[in-house]
Every structure is written in C-alpha cells, then in structure tokens.
C-alpha cells in the first residue's frame, strides 16, 4: 500500500476528534464532557473547532453533509460553523455547497510554532544530522495517540508532502511515535491504547498485542523502528529527545527507502548520529 493510500484510509472515516484524552467523533467527547459535568466546556467552541479538522490534505473541499458525517455534528449546526468561519475569513465557498479552508487557518498553528523554541532550537541539529547521514531526518512530537512532525531537515528529500511539517501520522505506525509512547506510564498508555484505530495500513502494521511487546523493548532499548508499518517500502528509526530534566519532550528521526538500508543497517548506521543529535538539541531547550 503507497503512503497516499494508506493516509487515505486514514483520513476516510470519521473524524479523529482529539480532546480530553479521547478520540472519537464531537458528539462522543461532548457526552464525555457532559458525563464529568464540566460546567466551563464551550461546546459551540468545540464543534467550531471539529468542524475546521474536517479538512484534511486528503479533502480539500468539503460539503456540508460530509463535514457533518465525519464529525457527528447536525448539518444545520454545520452550516452556522461554516457560515461564521467565512465570515472570519477561515473558509470560503464558490457556490455555497462545498467548502475549503483559506491561508488564514495557518495563523492558528503559526501561533503554536513561535511560541514553541522546540522546532527552531532543533533546526541547526537536524541540518547537520541530515547532512551527515544523506538522508530525511524530522523531529516529532506526541499528540494525544498521534504524532505530528514540526521540523525537518532542509536538506531532505521530499518523499512525500504528509513527511512535511504539520504531517499528522498516527503514532503506532511511525518510529517517533513508538518512542514517545514507550515513556508513557502503563496507565496513561492503557487509556491512550482505548483510543487508538489500530488499522492495518499494511501487511506489518502491529497489533495491539504486537504494540504492547514492541513498547517494551523500545523503552529497553532506547530506540524505536518503524520497517513499513504505515507506508510499504519506508523504514524509519527515532530515539527520544529529552530536556535537561530527563523528560522525553520529542523524538527525531531518519526515513529511508527499504532498498537503501536494512534493519540492521538502520541501526548501524543512524542510531549513533541520531542520539548524538537528539543530545544536542536537548542540550539547548531551556
């Protein structure tokens, strides 16, 4: 399966609605919310908010039936959501059926990004890891039961826009996500596992079963790889970054094609440039 295919089945059901520790559709966190009697929850805010993570790199534009089937959200509800963030500039609509977001939706991650030092911090380290190992390096972090790149090397070949900052990849399937997820207490793993789509993106994508035994041997080990769990033909292999206390705050990897390096190989040849980079940027944060 090519990693288009596989991001595709990804993003083709219902909407991943990330809060509160739970994944699911709006109206399932809202009854959550509501079972807790959490009185200072804005639900209009909350479907706003679900509404604008129905689109995807996958579908652009969006009707309001389609929005409405990914988020559980009333179509009437809907129409009002799409109708205010239009007037805020957010979305737009031609013949006002199908909708898609305009370039302002990237000033409320932009925000994110310039108060965040992590991503500028690790830039010149991850340069120098991509320049030295000739290959796609990234730095992720840990979103609830995904994770999200936010940097990469400039020097890195394009494979494909999803391994570009801002890429969200479920966290099972990718190498930084399994080393970010091995520093969870068993716990707080537990309660994520409740929340992940296990899906087979393809032949080698693990088990929950499978997962659990992977996770304690990366938090063993100290590394994690990732052979084709997500995209046939990749491999990828992280190591945790930590800050000056010790915390694992991200993870930085290396993507290869499987021709290039074997499993062995990967270790051979990347673990030590990446934790000698890892160590680097966790010598900088504050």
């Known amino acids: 399966m090519s990693y288009d295919n596989a991001q595709a089945r990804l993003e083709d059901g219902a909407l991943p609605f990330r809060a509160l520790g739970g994944v699911g559709s709006a109206d399932r966190v809202l009854d959550e919310v509501a079972d807790r009697g959490d009185r200072d929850f804005v639900e209009s805010l909350a479907r706003g908010l679900a509404v604008i993570q129905a689109f995807t790199n996958q579908q652009h534009q969006l009707s309001i039936a389609k929005i409405s089937q990914k988020t559980g959200i009333a179509r009437a509800a809907v129409r009002r959501y799409l109708h205010t963030l239009a007037r805020l500039g957010y979305v737009m609509t031609r013949d006002g059926h199908r909708f898609s977001l305009l370039p ?93 789509r296990l899906l087979a993106y393809t032949e080698r994508t693990l088990s929950a079963a499978a997962l659990r035994e992977c996770l304690v041997h990366v938090r063993a080990e100290g590394f994690a790889i990732a052979d084709q769990q997500l995209v046939s033909g990749i491999r990828s292999i992280a190591v945790p970054v930590r800050d000056r206390l010790g915390e694992a705050v991200a993870g930085i990897n290396v993507i290869v094609p499987i021709q290039r390096a074997s499993i062995a190989q990967m270790r051979e040849r990347y673990l030590k440039p990446l934790a000698q980079a890892a160590r680097t940027i966790g010598s900088l944060l504050p």
């Open 104 to 196: 302002k939706i990237v000033t409320l991650g932009q925000a994110y990004l310039s108060a965040c030092a992590l991503p500028e911090l690790a830039q010149g380290p991850l340069d120098a890891l991509g320049a030295e190992v000739g290959e796609a390096c990234s730095l992720g972090l840990l979103d609830e039961v995904d994770m999200i790149y936010v940097a990469r090397a400039s020097s890195s070949a394009v494979m494909s826009p999803r391994f570009n900052v801002g890429g969200r990849m479920p966290a099972h399937c990718t190498s930084v996500g399994l080393v970010l997820l091995a520093e969870l207490e068993p716990p707080e793993l537990e309660e994520r596992m409740k929340s992940m």
